[in-house]
T-cell receptor, first 107, second 114 residues
């Protein structure tokens, strides 16, 4: 099946810093999404981005489907950005997740 | 986008018992998915549930342990049977909404088996 790799596995930032999270995938995909899992376990959809670039406030994402990777940018990070960020891809209808990046933003 | 109501949100269960988790969607969807997230791990697909047919299970998951019902296009249940402490996880349901909308997840069920 399709492989999804995320990097880095852990990231510690000072409040106000910027960061880039990466997702590599091993095959062509119909869908790619970025999620944020908060400390209560809720999975929040950040971006649906099978290709191209999208922005939402301090967050933006870019997927280069031909090169099989996606990037999530977080600017001016805040403590509320802490949690785990997952990249997930759809290939043949079901969604597969990467291992996630655990982000800690310190005040 | 679709809204999913999942319950219970959490439960503490005795080993050897079973727990049924419910997901209700506010619109009709063809496919529903069930995931497990073990502590500190990513999400793993358990099975795909289509209305009117048997669920399709991923490698490592069996129907006797995780029976699934899909009686109509807006509802599904997952039962965790004969539980052991190793079943302590977050269980989530999900639906796909077609092109341009991606997949939506329920709020999850945090299960602790003692």
């Amino acid at each position: 099946g399709i492989q999804v790799e995320q990097s880095p596995p852990d990231l510690i930032l000072q409040e106000g810093a910027n960061s880039t999270l990466r997702c590599n995938f091993s095959d062509s995909v119909n869908n790619l999404q970025w999620f944020h899992q908060n400390p209560w376990g809720q999975l929040i959809n950040l971006f649906y981005i099978p290709s191209g670039t999208k922005q939402n406030g301090r967050l933006s994402a870019t997927t280069v489907a031909t090169e099989r990777y996606s990037l999530l940018y977080i600017s001016s990070s805040q403590t509320t950005d802490s949690g785990v960020y997952f990249c997930a891809v759809v290939n043949n209808n079901d969604m597969r997740f990467g291992a996630g990046t655990r982000l800690t933003v310190k005040p | 986008s679709a809204v999913i109501s999942q319950k219970p949100s959490r439960d503490i269960c005795q080993r050897g018992t079973s727990l049924t988790i419910q997901c209700q969607v506010d619109s009709q969807v063809t496919m529903m998915f069930w995931y497990r997230q073990q502590p500190g791990q990513s999400l793993t697909l358990i099975a795909t549930a289509n209305q009117g047919s048997e669920a399709t299970y991923e490698s490592g998951f069996v129907i006797d342990k995780f029976p699934i019902s899909r009686p109509n296009l807006t509802f599904s249940t997952l039962t965790v049977s004969n539980m052991s402490p190793e079943d302590s996880s977050i269980y989530l349901c999900s639906v796909g909404q077609g092109m341009n909308y991606g997949y939506t997840f329920g709020s999850g069920t945090r299960l602790t088996v003692v």
